[in-house]
């Protein structure tokens, strides 16, 4: 058993927006269960739950907020190397500088040097848990997912596939396509801390033969995840719209080969209509919100007024690398900003909305948690959830400590750490209760050695 002493931000796991709790000076408490699994068994203020706790080891983290490790709802870690690169847009940016970079990690060696790196940068930010895009080939994930297990991190990945529409080197073939995904799912799903997602790239990339093999699958193995993009940029739609003119909408094509229902998280989600939302909300599938992508390909703004009135489920992603950053503070301002605007990026107007500190830090922890139907696992700090968790300097540059010591509420003070933070503020990260281990780590003070830095 171990226990920290810091400031605290936890949620409750199952509410369907932001339920916080804050403790100014709080105990948490980790313990592992009958199998071994590190656990939060308690949290809340310190004076009421030292006492009862008082034989147990304290980390004494005074100054320090510790919050949920975050989770990126839509990441591509085959683009870690794309991350920065300058195109006109989607489709031009695929063709110029991702299918070349992904044709690489037909290289076992490649796919896993790179998987080692984006667990160190992901951790380097506070992220402990990813929905993460391989490339077509099976031994991205196996290279992904290799890592993670060897880590403890809790992962869930896949093959993309992509059988059209993609150059040679990540075209894949449609029935080895499906085999291989059957056989990752037996590899890798329910392992350790790991899960899979059945992977259709997005809508153009795939043959109906291979969207219909992938529903089956998705049918057969209801508690494997469904990842994938939609409605993100206007060209990608217009493409959608003469690939299949039989179907309503984009996201229509996806409810009629079965990849809509609870545990499917599709990335953007911009260019929704009425009927598209309501369709979410019934089938439970999620959007994974990715403002710095939107942001850096110019594909258009999130309407988070429209998509909290329909109910639709949704959570925080960075999509690099389409993204602009790993961390979540850069994912986190974004979405602010996207928020405030009053277009959608067609010309479409939209209501503008000032999304709080604490729903911003819900939508990339216990939000995006929900999204994956993971609540009571990771994303909360709730007692029996995963102990993965971040300790954050509020002081760690000099404009985040003049700033934050003059926040008059904690929402206040939690809006200027989303605004100013960066990585510099994470100071460690925590993964099932014992420090990540990361290129970090050697700078952070012994766990036991009492206030760090
Ligand atoms: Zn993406």
């Known amino acids: 058993m171990q226990s920290w002493r810091a400031s605290l931000l936890w949620f ?8 916080p709790h804050f403790e100014s000076d709080g105990l948490l408490v980790t313990a592992a269960d009958a199998a071994g699994v590190q656990r939060v068994v308690a949290v809340g203020a310190y004076d009421t739950l030292r006492p009862r706790y008082s034989d147990v080891a304290v980390h004494d983290r005074r100054g320090r907020l510790i919050a949920p490790g975050f989770i990126d709802l839509h990441i591509h870690y085959p683009q870690t190397d794309v991350i920065g690169s300058p195109a006109d847009g989607l489709l031009p940016w695929l063709e110029r500088y991702t299918f070349p970079q992904e044709a690489r990690f037909a290289d076992p060696g490649h796919a896993a040097s790179v998987a080692r790196f984006f667990f160190d940068e992901l951790l380097r930010h506070g992220v402990t848990t990813v929905l993460a895009f391989g490339t077509s080939h099976p031994g991205s994930v196996d290279a992904l997912l290799g890592e993670a297990q060897a880590r403890g991190l809790r992962c869930i990945a896949g093959k993309s596939l992509q059988d059209r529409h993609s150059p040679d080197g990540v075209r894949d073939e449609t029935e080895a396509s499906l085999r291989d995904t059957e056989a990752l799912i037996a590899r890798w799903h329910g392992r350790d801390r790991l899960g899979y997602a059945i992977t259709p790239r997005f809508a153009p990339s795939c043959s109906d033969a291979q969207l219909h093999g992938a529903g089956a699958l998705a049918a057969r193995y209801s508690d494997v995840w469904i990842q994938s993009h939609v409605a993100e940029n206007l060209d990608e739609l217009r493409w959608v719209r003469a690939l299949y003119p039989q ?23 911009i260019y929704l209509d009425d009927a598209d939302r309501a369709l979410l909300a019934r089938t ?16 258009g703004f999130f309407d988070y007024a429209a998509a ?25 301002r974004a979405a602010y900003t996207v928020g405030r605007a009053s277009v959608r990026g067609d010309g479409a107007a939209k209501r503008g909305v000032s999304l709080a500190a604490t729903d911003l830090w819900w939508q990339h922890t216990a939000g995006a948690a929900r999204a994956l139907g ?13 102990a993965d968790f971040v300790v954050l300097d509020p002081a760690a540059t000099p404009l985040l400590a003049r700033r934050t010591a003059q926040a008059a509420s ?10 100013l933070a960066d990585d510099r503020a994470v100071t ?13 780590t050697e700078a952070t003070p012994d766990l036991h050695g009492g206030r760090a830095r």
């Open 374 to 386: 993971l609540a009571w696992v990771v994303g909360s700090l709730a007692p029996g959830s995963e």
């Open 308 to 332: 909290r009135e329909a109910g639709v489920t949704l959570g925080l992603a960075s999509d690099v690398g389409g993204g602009m950053s790993f961390s979540p503070f850069a994912t986190m």
């Open 12 to 19: 409750d796991p199952e509410a369907d927006g932001p339920r």
């Open 410 to 419: 904690f929402e206040e003070w939690l809006f200027a750490l989303i605004l």
């Open 247 to 269: 179907d309503r909408s984009y996201l229509a094509v996806y409810e009629r080969f079965g990849l809509l229902r609870r545990r499917a998280v599709y990335a953007h989600g």
């Open 428 to 440: 460690e990260v925590v993964v099932a209760g014992a420090p990540a281990s990361h290129a970090f």
């Open 284 to 299: 439970g599938a999620a959007v994974a919100v990715s403002p710095t992508s939107n942001l850096f390909l110019g594909s």
